[in-house]
């Protein structure tokens, strides 16, 4: 149950900040422009990230967030594959804090945050572009 309390506050904080482009807010026309694409693609990461990053099965059996981006890219299986492939690769390699009092735990959102806001994703969204579906 605080896992799905910390996965709600992270949710809302992101929507709070208009940091997504949500399905409503974007033009027909505008899902083929490949800034979109890109953005979706790291916002699905974002998604795998947090999920992985839980590895709760109540999150995943209850929440329908990747496969929604599954249905509104225009990316192959195989994109979905890499990407998701990085983004647990990414959650493991997460470490714990070294502060005595957080008692190991990782700071699993605040990384995600981060690495959805890094140059770093951007470069490797970039790549996806060969599972581009025109």
């Not at 690495?115 to 599972?131: E, I, N, P, Q, R």
Request: aromatic share 10%; net charge positive.
């Amino acid at each position: 149950m605080k896992n799905c309390r910390c996965l709600v506050f992270a949710l809302s904080i992101l929507s709070l900040t208009n940091c997504s482009i949500r399905p409503e807010q974007i033009h027909t026309t505008d899902f083929k422009k490949t800034s979109v694409q890109r953005e979706l693609l790291k916002e699905y990461f974002l998604c795998v990230c947090i999920t992985e990053g839980f590895n709760n099965k109540e999150i995943a059996e209850q929440d329908i967030s990747q496969a929604v981006y599954f249905d509104i890219t225009r990316y192959s299986p195989d994109a979905f594959q890499e990407v998701k492939d990085y983004a647990k690769r990414f959650v493991e390699a997460i470490e714990p804090s070294p502060i005595v009092d957080l008692g190991n735990k990782k700071p699993i959102i605040l990384d995600c945050i981060g690495k959805y806001k890094s140059k770093d994703l951007d470069k490797f969204v970039k790549s996806m572009d060969k599972y581009r579906i025109k």
